[in-house]
Each structure stands twice: as C-alpha cells, then as structure tokens.
C-alpha cells in the first residue's frame, strides 16, 4: 500500500511552464479560498511545516510544488473564489488556475476540496462543472468534516451531489478528510495508489 515517507518543497511558480516535470503524475489539491488545502497536504505527508498555512484568504498565490517519495508530485494551486485581493490579482490566479488545469500534461487528478461545514456554493459546482466539460480528471474531497456533527456534513454532501447530478451522469469519487484528526489519510493513500497502478 502507498505511503508517503518522503515529501519535499521544491519551489513556487508564477507561470506553469516553468513547473518541474520528470515524466511522473503529479496531483493537485485546489478549492475555495481557506477550504485547508495545505492544512491538508500537510496531514497527508505528516508534516505541519510542509506546506504554509494562513487564517487568511487567498493566502497562496502561486502555485507549490511538492516532490513525493520521488516518483510523484502534489500542487497546491491558488484558491478561487472569496479572496481579499484586487481584480486584477484574482485575473492573474484565474489564468494560473486555467493554464494549470488545461495544459499541465503530467497532472494525473485535481483533487477538489470542498468544506464540508456549509451548503454547496455556486463557486464550487461552477468550478467542478468546468472541469467536467473539458475532461479534467477529478475527485471530490470534503473537508473539515470534524467540525460539525456527522448529520450535518452527510446532508451538506447530499445536497452537493444532487445538484452535480443535474450535470453529471456518473459523480466523480469522493473523499472525507480532517486535517485535525488525520481522519480520511488512508482513504487518500488508497486512491494514490491505484492511481499510480493505472500510470505504471
């Protein structure tokens, strides 16, 4: 079974073109603004200093590459939506975003994070749409699931994948995580893992 045992920063990029690429999938984590993106790629690798948290929205601004045991990528992408930033900054990480999701040749899946604490927001199922429509590999990863009771995540998650499924014949998978508990590490290291079978 996978396992992450090595995970190292390698550098923050303002254009995707200049983005490391060694022929290896690469994975990236993108959502909201402050949905725990990096909150989260630290949980997974077991590191809390890895990646750079903040209170703040739209805190990351370039994209974070990340090399895993050697033989694979994270990236943690700036987040759309809510951010307190100009318009003509929100313009510059939108074209990131685009570039990134568009023309990035390696990127194997965009994990999709989604805070599982409040109802679908139009942001989010515009986002997710896109990337149907141009065949951008995805999964759905919930987010902060230990902050409220487990009613509430379950019919908050309910109400996201009825409305996908006016867009969508088959739902992308899904995953439930706690960057607090650790809650959902292992469902990610399966995912990974398969996902780096079909590569090979």
């Known amino acids: 079974m996978f396992e992450i045992k090595k995970a190292e920063f390698v550098k923050s990029f303002d254009t995707v073109s200049k983005m490391q690429d ?15 993106k990096s909150s989260l790629i630290n949980m997974l690798c077991g590191n809390k200093e890895l990646a750079k948290t903040s209170s703040v929205p739209g805190k990351t601004k370039l994209i974070n590459q990340f090399e895993i045991n050697d033989n694979l990528y994270f990236a943690d992408l700036p987040g759309y939506g809510y951010a307190k930033v100009s318009k003509k900054e929100r313009s ?26 409040i109802i679908p927001q139009k942001s989010d199922i515009a986002f997710i749409n896109n990337c149907g429509e ?5 999964c759905l990863v919930f987010t902060k699931t230990d902050k409220y009771k487990g009613k509430n995540v379950d019919e908050n998650v309910k ?5 996908l499924k006016k867009s969508w014949g088959k739902l ?6 706690s960057a607090q ?7 990610f290291y399966k995912f990974i893992n398969d996902a780096l079978k079909c590569w090979e």
């Open 172 to 177: 992308p998978h899904c995953i439930f995580t």
């Open 159 to 163: 109400l996201m994948k009825d409305e």
């Open 92 to 117: 510059i990480f939108e074209k990131l975003i685009e570039d990134y999701i568009l023309y990035r040749k390696n990127l194997y899946c965009l994990f999709i994070l989604i805070d599982s604490r």
């Open 181 to 187: 508990t650790g809650y959902g590490k292992i469902d």
């Open 134 to 138: 141009n065949n951008i590999p995805i």
């Open 22 to 36: 060694n022929k290896i999938p690469e994975f990236a984590f993108i959502g909201r603004s402050n949905v725990g």
